[in-house]
């Protein structure tokens, strides 16, 4: 698709205050959500926690189409494009949680969170958005703080942490390509409940091949405290952020969307430092306030311009 050819508003509008609080409330459950994997995996592995996210989720996702009156299975010429989201969606999770197998949960957030690199080259190349060079700073910025709140790059790293790292730079990449599709076509036009619903059917299959072939199963029943990290994973990550999410994707510039994503390993530091007991550097500090800087230039707005002929500013 040339930009020449996008629909007017396909690109997205900037955002606004209260889409920027609803990032952030994003940002604040993906960053716990980290935690919440974490904490059970000692009684359910890693791709039978993301096939039980699913079927948790599209169970909620057909409630809320039902009181709302999405007619979920009208026919509307959206499904080649839903079913290849779906597959998108579905090898991105067994990239990233294969990839945790072999590298640490730190690089993994670091690398995953190259997804906004993809998003806005990709925006540029399909939905016609335009980034200036200090927009592209700010993106570095943001990365750059995201690596320092980390500590990445660590140094004797191995082959086998590389392919990891590889591995989660393309659940990153298909985290992005995901997006645009959204925004790309006819899935755009669908209720934000269609279109995430597409995706979630379609990962459990593939979710639940994935659990089969790595001999994943539960060696005991779950307690108390993991079924209710499990419930906020299928109930409230899934089932509700990600919609929210994809209602924004289909509003806002993908770009700049994708950019405030970086707030999310932040949140997952912190909660690891009051939940975990993990430590919390003075390099925190520092990281906040780039990936800050960062998104205050992808976001601010457009400087206007003088054309120097008919002495006329321009937005």
Not at 55 to 74: E, H, S, T
Not at 162 to 180: C, N, R, S
Not at 266 to 290: E, K, N, P, R, S
Request: with cysteine.
């Amino acid at each position: 698709m040339s930009s020449e050819n996008i629909p007017l508003g396909t690109a997205g509008r900037p955002l606004t205050a209260g889409a920027i609080a609803l990032m952030l409330m994003l940002c604040l459950s993906w960053g716990f959500n980290q935690i919440a994997v974490k904490l059970a995996l000692p009684d359910i592995p890693p791709f039978l926690q993301a096939f039980i996210r699913s079927c948790g989720a599209i169970v909620v996702l057909l409630l809320i189409a039902w009181v709302r009156g999405v007619k979920l299975f009208a026919r509307d010429g959206t499904l080649g494009a839903g079913l290849f989201a779906g597959v998108l969606f579905s090898f991105e999770f067994v990239l990233i949680y294969h990839g945790l197998l072999l590298t640490t949960a730190s690089r993994a957030v670091v690398f995953l969170y190259t997804a906004p690199f993809f998003v806005a080259l990709g925006s540029y190349r399909f939905l016609g958005e335009r980034l200036r060079a200090s927009q592209w700073g700010g993106l570095a910025l943001c990365f750059a703080g995201v690596a320092c709140a980390i500590g990445v790059p660590q140094p004797d790293v191995d082959a086998k942490v590389l392919l990891g790292d590889f591995m989660i730079v393309g659940g990153g990449a298909l985290w992005a390509a995901t997006t645009l599709l959204v925004k790309a076509t006819s899935l755009i036009k669908l209720p934000p409940e269609k279109a995430l619903s597409y995706q979630v059917a379609v990962s459990i299959p593939i979710l639940g091949i994935a659990a089969w072939v790595s001999g994943e199963t539960l060696t005991r029943v779950p307690g108390p405290l993991v079924l209710s990290l499990m419930v906020y994973q299928a109930v409230w990550v899934v089932g509700l952020t990600f919609l929210i999410w994809f209602s924004m994707v289909k509003a806002y510039s993908a770009s700049k969307l994708s950019a405030f994503t970086f707030i999310t390993p932040l949140f997952g530091v912190a909660a690891g430092y009051f939940i975990m007991h993990d430590q919390l550097t003075l390099a925190f500090g520092a990281a906040a306030l780039l990936v800050i800087a960062g998104l205050y230039l992808v976001n601010r707005p457009n400087p206007p311009v003088i054309d120097p002929l008919l002495n006329v500013t321009k937005t």
